[in-house]
């Protein structure tokens, strides 16, 4: 599976912007799917994980109330939708899939390592 992230872009603080994340070479509806980010010189964190099934959600403190993640199986694409903007949202941000069919406890979600299928980069910047 190939994740191809997009919709990343310049943006002035308060605003929005939806990030999507389109898979190829394979189906991920039935997989636990996740965004991530990275600024220079620091790991990758955790921003938002999706559940199969589509209905549980889990979201890093920072973003709670201001990000949405879903999905579309029938495009086969996960979104990240992102208002209110802050500049210390300002980073790559990563989309990343696991295999169909897996669960595991919720620290699971939050761990870059759990998800086999990682998407290159869209940068996200958002000037004050």
């Known amino acids: 599976v190939q994740l191809q992230a997009s919709g990343g872009g310049l943006v002035q603080t308060g605003g929005s912007l939806r990030l999507s994340c389109a898979a190829s070479?394979?189906?991920?509806?039935?997989?636990?799917v996740a965004w991530f980010r990275q600024t220079p010189g620091k790991d990758r964190t955790f921003v938002a994980a999706?559940?199969?099934?589509?209905?549980?959600?889990h979201y890093a403190n920072s973003v709670k109330g201001r990000f949405t993640i879903s999905r579309d199986n029938d495009k086969n694409t996960v979104y990240l939708e992102m208002t209110s903007l802050k500049a210390e949202d300002t980073a790559v941000y990563y989309c990343?899939?696991?295999?169909?069919?897996?669960?595991?406890?919720?620290?699971?979600?939050?761990?870059?390592?759990?998800?086999?299928?990682r998407g290159q980069g869209t940068q996200v910047t958002v000037s004050s």
């Open positions: 990343a899939a696991d295999r169909p069919g897996r669960t595991y406890s919720i620290n699971y979600y939050f761990l870059a390592s759990t998800y086999i299928y």
């Open positions: 999706l559940q199969r099934g589509g209905q549980t959600t």
């Open positions: 070479g394979g189906t991920i509806s039935n997989s636990n």
